[in-house]
């Protein structure tokens, strides 16, 4: 029982951030159809905002509300100063972000090094849960990610926001000649998923080595997880993160994690073979 | 007024308006007719800022409209019912509606009045699928979320296409109730005969990008020349 019951519960925290990265990658693309590949280094400044939060002296709580400001501030500056000047180019928007991502890394490694850094647990208990004991820090993280989640479907399916902007990825030019300003809109969005990739790096930071490699580590299995939960649907993105990312985690307490990355991306593979709009996308129509 | 002067504008270098210039009457229907390719979905488009016209103007009560974004459009109180509807598929009536109301920034629960009264149909089927709807229902869909903003100028691309005649007919017969019970100027582009004559005051021929000749409807009906002249029938 124990022997799988905290290897499942491991593999569900990593799942729950992948989503949440794989969230604010599906608003960006969905809405812009940027696939944005600094997406990685947004989540890895949120980590820094984090260490750097206890540096100064303002504590978790303090990192965990900056984390986003900062890096949903920084997601409005690339939105205003690169991203709204190639829209409709899809591949130049690769490209650019690619480069950004690059000049991102290359910023953190000249301001705080190439070396790893830590954030400590803001507490390091560990609370009973039926015949097992599991550190409470990531059960906060698996509890405030869920709630962020559950933020973002209801803003999207509930509010006027949200309505707009699932106009805006239905029909970009029908909503604009109704009145909705798409740019604006396309901005919001753009923010939001800059923020909660911010905070998700910062929620995570805690528990993992703080490095400016970390980003690329979320990035290919956020992407991986779209491509298998199906671009368009949010709860694809639930699916494919499930998937993805719970199959990774499992995988390594029996596999090193290099063969379990193998195992994943052929799972990935096969997936999108068998259904190419992925596992929630293949099923309409 | 919608004053349209002098205006040039295509696709890329291909340049369907040529020179065109017309003055919509505020608080009548007008009915721009012509063959396909003539330039009337361009007209409508340019107005709406859609297309980006080579050169010439359109202006609003005065003021310039050329060019601007399509949403500063919209909020001047002009309204578009584009060729193929373009509904939200995937909302409800209801939701398709409420979008309407929160891009033109009024309160949905005010104009839903005038709106069922209208279409009652969208009241019975508020919560169902917009994409389940039949051809007719998702124009008169798509004509009651332009109405949400209670425009001025109602500008209608080809409402009757792919519409079964007896729909059309309830179409027609409520714009007209609308057009009646409202002061606002309808814009049809359109090329079946029976809508234009049933619900257009006055009518515009265009071909080749121009403006060619202008009539009243009530001579269309004992002198059709001009419908045989630019429409073929």
């Not at chain 1, 995988?251 to 290099?258: A, F, H, Q």
């Not at chain 2, 389940?132 to 109602?154: D, Y």
């Amino acid at each position: 029982m124990i022997e799988i019951a905290i290897p499942l519960m491991d593999a569900l925290s990593h799942v729950l951030i992948l989503i949440l990265v794989a969230l604010g990658l599906m608003i960006i693309f969905g809405l812009m159809g940027v696939i944005n590949m600094a997406h990685g280094e947004l989540f890895m400044i949120g980590a820094y905002v984090m260490v750097m939060a206890q540096q100064w002296g303002i504590g978790y709580v303090g990192g965990l509300i900056l984390a986003p400001i900062i890096v949903g501030f920084l997601g409005w500056v690339i939105e205003r100063g690169l991203i709204c000047h190639i829209y409709h180019r899809p591949i130049d928007t690769i490209l650019a972000t690619w480069g950004l991502s690059i000049a991102l890394k290359q910023a953190v490694v000249l301001t705080f090094g190439p070396e790893a850094q830590s954030a400590p647990l803001p507490f390091d208990m560990r609370v009973g849960i039926g015949v097992f004991e599991y550190p409470l820090y990531r059960l906060m993280v698996m509890g405030a990610s869920i709630l962020l989640i559950c933020m973002c479907f209801w803003v999207f399916k509930k509010t006027d926001f949200g309505l707009a902007a699932r106009a805006v990825i239905a029909r970009p030019q029908t909503s604009e000649i109704l009145g909705l300003n798409t740019a604006k809109i396309n901005r919001t969005s753009f923010v939001a998923g800059a923020a909660l990739a911010g905070i998700a790096g910062a929620l995570i930071a805690p528990t993992i080595s703080v490095d400016p490699q970390m980003g690329l580590g979320y990035l290919v299995p956020g992407f991986l997880s779209l491509l298998v939960g199906g671009v368009g649907a949010l709860s694809g993105v639930i699916v494919g993160g499930a998937a993805v990312g719970g199959s990774g985690s499992l995988l390594t307490n029996w596999i090193s994690p290099v063969a379990s990355q193998i195992v994943v991306f052929l799972m990935a593979l096969v997936i999108i073979r068998m259904r190419p709009n992925g596992l929630i996308g293949g099923r309409k129509k | 007024m919608l004053e349209i002067s002098n205006l040039t504008a295509g696709y890329g270098q291909s340049m369907i308006l040529q020179d065109c210039s017309l003055s919509i009457k505020t608080g009548r229907v007008s009915a721009l007719v012509g063959r396909n390719g003539m330039g009337k979905t361009t007209l409508l488009k340019s107005i709406m800022g859609l297309i980006t016209p080579a050169s010439g103007n359109i202006t609003l009560n005065g003021a310039d409209i050329t060019g601007a974004k399509p949403h500063i459009i919209a909020g001047q109180r002009i309204g578009y019912v584009p060729q193929g509807r373009e509904i939200f598929d995937d909302f409800t009536v209801y939701e398709n509606l409420r979008l309407a109301a929160i891009a033109a920034k009024v309160d949905l629960k005010a104009r839903l009045a005038d709106i069922y009264h209208w279409f009652p149909i969208l009241k019975q089927r508020a919560d169902q699928k917009a994409g389940s709807f039949s051809g007719g229902q998702q124009q008169i869909l798509a004509i009651a979320r332009a109405m949400i903003a209670q425009p001025e100028i109602l500008l209608l691309d080809e409402p009757s296409e792919g519409i079964q005649p007896s729909i059309v007919q309830d179409i027609a017969k409520t714009l007209k109730k609308i057009s009646d019970e409202s002061d606002m100027t309808i814009l049809l582009v359109e090329q079946n005969v029976d809508m234009i004559l049933d619900l257009a005051e006055d009518i515009y021929f265009i071909e080749n990008g121009q403006i060619q000749a202008e009539t009243a409807a009530s001579k269309l009906t004992t002198d059709p020349a001009l419908l045989h002249q630019f429409l073929g029938i």
